[in-house]
């Protein structure tokens, strides 16, 4: 008998090793017959211990791809159809249903995704894999770390691992791995380590007292970091709301600051702008689904060449026979806006419409590890400042530049020295409208698109323009990025309703002071 | 010269482009007039408008079967405009000039407050559809929304859960008005009672329309560093489409630091790309995706309606709580009148008391016989990538309001009846 066993035992081996990946499988199966609870600690011991074989079930599951049929047996989701999780090509009995997950569980499987990724060929997945487990690694986790720490042969990634590792070592009970553990922390600029440090300054939690001053000293260092990325985070903010203000305001630098014109329906060509991009938008979903991603930018000439014609016929038919008469050109101009706000109303709904930002405008790069810098914000300072310098250009170089100029100077000899007045006013005028288009198109990508928006912004444009001082480009871009820093730094402090009140108020007592404004024209030509 | 015929022109052409906004009415013989009051412009419209037009399809539902009485409903609609006053101003049209038997309006704590002496005054009936902070109890409204133990004790109750994440910190952000101060009071006072501490909670309002959220997702960030966090938001109107970008863009995900929105169904959602949001939370008492047979007749008839009416973007149309709210609504005041046999005021009233209707969340709703409020399931919902809810957890059956909540002092005693506020 022990004889013809022992002649049997290599065929049980290789029948064990042919049945080792159907072992593994059963994980899919017990998973999607466990009620929530049962998951989660199924998913803590699959974090401790990964199996490269479990890894495509827990990415299915992390793409919400893992489902079940009516006889509870689990499927994967693929670009095809269903794949059965347990392996070999069984099909459904029924359409399977997607298992539902909670964010419990979904934080662990991230978890779990990450330990398992430990075991990834390429460092780059191995070190993503364990920045994640610096934010998430569980205790029971923490001989799989050990381990992985002894076993990495990458600098970057055992620097990683040390770091999530020393994370869980601050509650070892030997005084000395604690305080590696805490120099270690000192390292990071993490928010996590703030509040991890912290608690370790209570005597109650900290028993040993070297551990304790460690902990004060690299809890300084993490708090210097933290401040830096704080202001950073602060001063881009204020640099975004900065542009977004410079954007709304430029157009109006023009017809207001060089025409003279109190454009009230200034607004409301911010709000055109916004609508074009919105109608280029439904043209490339129609016409180019292919080429949506770049809609934007063909909004920008067709934005620009919209609002600059609406602006220009404003001008030739209402505007011009104004001139010189403010009081009748504010309510004109309102007129015109109400209007306009109607028009669109009718044409488009009084509903906010969508404008869906592309893919390269979502999201944002992680700069610190707390500070991100979201793409469409940066895309937007870039570029206000692309269209400050093309109208600066186009004042400063060309011959419609120096005509209007001539003519915001001193009409009359203008006029006399051959300027056709008119034809500048209008061209005038129709640039000012057209950098409000581009405006609009920068605002429909951050804010909401509806009949409204221009009179959100008409405030703060005036605002921009009277403070940078009439008449004055450079004026208005200091103004705009001025405003927009001070309203980041107060918000903070104060919140947002007082932040803006104090903001109102300390303009008003500026320009009691300077009535000029920050920036003025010097010389004889000022009337 | 010819400026002034300019001028006139300009005037006579924005007029006749304004009169576009009055209410027409129909001519019909014997009708029941029925106001509804929702903004269809500004801040508020992206919610309210659907309300207006679930109001329409629920009203041509009853006609269909053959009106009220025997009589024909007539809807009346304005347009308040997301301005507080002009309801005040739109509702003594409503009762004085066009004398609707009742009318289906407001979304906003402010504008319901701003309305509640008008009907107060005339004797008018309103039936508010919409979750809302409670402290109030008028004998002229019937408030088909949830109280605050229906939507928002519940929902941090799940926040604190195992299940929803065990939130120890708290960041409550709302719009600047009575809901969310109202709503975020009695939840600081609930978390005290729940050992949560003073520097544990984070309030934070912004003023409607708001749309630059950069500080308040960073402070977010930060504030959630220092412990499992919760974002409670009772943000209402179109902020919330740069708040929900801003937090994807920002990268905050739902399995760190939840947020859980009052004010944010499926309607709102809508427009905004769901992928970064999905595992958000809302709380409400009904969502799109609950599944039973009422319900899919409800969702069926809502999407031809849209269709056939050629509403705006009717390809996405989508159900959420107080559009069901206004459908429960309006067939409970039918049902009331026919019970009444008139549609005087005092005795819908009384009708009203007891009421039932089988309602498309799975329930049969009964109006409290009188507190004025319905019994209601409390549901949480996770967002989906499609926009839907998924429903993570629901009471066992419907609850019955508290619109006196009991964490805030001296409510113990008010009276359990509608009084007029005075």
Not at chain 1, 60 to 78: C, E, H, V, W, Y
Not at chain 1, 483 to 508: R, S
Not at chain 2, 282 to 288: E, L, M
Request: aromatic share 8%.
């Amino acid at each position: 008998m022990p004889t013809a066993l022992l002649r049997l035992f290599p065929i049980f081996t290789l029948l064990l090793s042919l049945l080792a990946p159907h072992a593994q499988a059963g994980d899919a199966a017990d998973f999607v017959a466990a009620n929530p609870a049962k998951q989660a600690t199924l998913l803590e011991t699959w974090s401790a211990h990964p199996d490269a074989a479990r890894l495509p079930l827990i990415e299915a599951l992390q793409k919400g791809r893992l489902a079940s049929d009516s006889n509870k047996a689990p499927f994967i989701q693929t670009d095809t159809g269903w794949q059965a999780a347990e392996g070999g090509d069984a099909q459904p009995a029924s359409e399977p249903k997607k298992l539902p997950l909670n964010n419990r569980l979904r934080g662990l499987v991230g978890t779990a995704q990450a330990s398992h990724q430990l075991l990834a060929k390429e460092p780059a997945v191995r070190l993503a894999a364990a920045q994640q487990l610096q934010k998430s690694a569980k205790p029971a986790q923490l001989q799989l770390l050990n381990a992985r720490v002894a076993s990495e042969d990458d600098d970057a990634v055992r620097d990683a691992l040390s770091l999530a590792l020393a994370n869980l070592q601050l509650i070892d009970p030997d005084p000395a791995i604690r305080l590696a553990a805490v120099r270690l922390l000192g390292e990071t600029g993490d928010p996590l380590a703030r509040t991890r440090l912290e608690t370790l300054l209570d005597p109650a939690v900290e028993t040993d007292a070297g551990v304790r001053t460690a902990a004060e000293t690299s809890l300084a260092q993490v708090k210097r970091r933290l401040l830096m990325g704080e202001l950073l985070g602060q001063a881009f903010s204020g640099l975004s709301l900065g542009s977004i203000l410079l954007l709304a305001a430029l157009g109006l630098a023009i017809t207001f600051g060089l025409l003279g014109v109190i454009n009230m329906a200034h607004g409301e060509m911010l709000m055109l702008g916004a609508y074009s991009t919105y109608m280029v938008q439904i043209l490339f979903q129609r016409f180019a689904p292919d080429a949506l991603a770049l809609y934007p930018l063909v909004a920008l000439p067709v934005a620009f060449f919209v609002t600059a014609a609406i602006g220009m016929a404003l001008e030739r038919t209402v505007i011009r026979h104004l001139y010189g008469r403010p009081l009748e050109t504010l309510l004109a101009t309102w007129g015109i806006s109400l209007i306009l706000i109607q028009l669109v109303r009718v044409l488009f709904g009084a509903q906010n419409v969508e404008v869906a930002n592309p893919a390269w405008l979502s999201g944002g790069v992680q700069v610190l590890p707390n500070l991100v810098l979201p793409y469409s914000r940066m895309v937007i300072i870039g570029f206000a400042l692309f269209v400050v310098v093309l109208t600066w250009l186009l004042l400063n170089k060309t011959r419609l530049g120096l005509n209007v100029r001539a003519v915001t100077q001193n009409r009359n000899m203008a006029a006399c020295c051959g300027v056709p007045t008119g034809r500048v006013d209008m061209l005038a005028f129709g640039l000012g409208s057209g950098i409000a288009g581009l405006g609009g198109v920068a605002l429909s990508q951050i804010g909401n698109v509806g009949p409204d928006l221009g009179q959100s912004y008409i405030i703060d444009s005036f605002l921009v323009v009277v403070l940078g001082g009439v008449g004055q480009l450079a004026g208005s871009v200091m103004a705009a990025f001025g405003l927009g820093i001070a309203n980041k730094i107060l918000e903070p402090q104060i919140g947002a309703v007082l932040g803006k009140i104090l903001i109102l108020a300390l303009i008003i007592l500026f320009i009691q002071k300077r009535p000029q404004g920050l920036f003025a024209l010097k010389g004889r030509v000022i009337d | 010269m010819k400026r002034r015929p300019f001028l006139k022109a300009t005037l006579a052409a924005s007029t006749l482009l304004l009169s576009g906004l009055f209410p027409y009415t129909l001519q019909a013989a014997e009708t029941i007039k029925v106001g509804i009051l929702h903004s269809l412009s500004g801040t508020m419209a992206i919610s309210e408008t659907s309300l207006k037009d679930m109001a329409l399809m629920t009203i041509d539902e009853i006609n269909a079967k053959g009106g009220v009485l025997g009589k024909k409903l007539e809807p009346v609609v304005v347009d308040p405009a997301s301005n507080w006053p002009l309801f005040a101003e739109k509702a003594r049209q409503l009762l004085t000039q066009d004398k609707v038997a009742v009318t289906f309006g407001c979304w906003t704590s402010v504008s319901r407050k701003s309305v509640l002496p008008v009907y107060e005054e005339l004797n008018g009936l309103l039936f508010y559809p919409v979750q809302y902070e409670g402290e109030e109890m008028s004998p002229n409204v019937f408030y088909t929304g949830a109280a605050p133990n229906q939507q928002a004790i519940p929902a941090v109750e799940y926040l604190m859960s195992e299940d929803g994440g065990a939130a120890k910190r708290f960041f409550l952000l709302g719009t600047d008005y009575v809901y969310p101060r109202t709503t975020n009071k009695i939840l600081r006072s609930f978390l005290h009672s729940k050992g949560v501490a003073d520097k544990d909670i984070e309030e934070v309002y912004t003023p409607f329309g708001h749309s630059d959220y950069q500080t308040i997702v960073a402070n977010i960030k930060k504030f959630a560093a220092g412990g499992k966090t919760a974002v409670i938001s009772t943000v209402n109107g179109d902020s919330n489409v740069p708040f929900y970008k801003e937090l994807g863009n920002q990268g905050i995900e739902a399995t760190e630091t939840p947020v859980v929105a009052f004010s944010v169904g499926e309607e709102e959602l809508r427009g905004i790309d769901t992928k970064p949001l999905v595992g958000q939370l809302a709380a409400w008492n009904y969502f799109q995706s609950v599944d039973n047979p009422t319900n899919k007749k409800f969702v069926d008839s809502w999407k031809a309606y849209a269709k056939a009416k050629n509403l705006p973007n009717y390809q996405t149309a989508v159900t959420n709580d107080p559009m069901e709210a206004t459908y429960v609504g309006i067939n409970m005041w039918a049902q009331a009148v026919n019970k009444a046999g008139t549609t005087d005021v005092d005795k819908v009233r009384e009708a009203m008391a007891g009421q039932e209707f089988v309602s498309p969340d799975g329930y049969t709703m009964v109006m409290d016989k009188t507190n004025h409020h319905l019994h209601k399931p409390v549901m949480i919902g996770e967002v989906q990538d499609n926009g839907q809810f998924n429903v993570v957890w629901q009471t066992e059956g419907p609850v019955r309001a508290q619109p006196w909540s009991p964490y805030i002092p001296g409510n113990d005693k008010k009276p359990d009846y509608a009084v007029k506020s005075n």
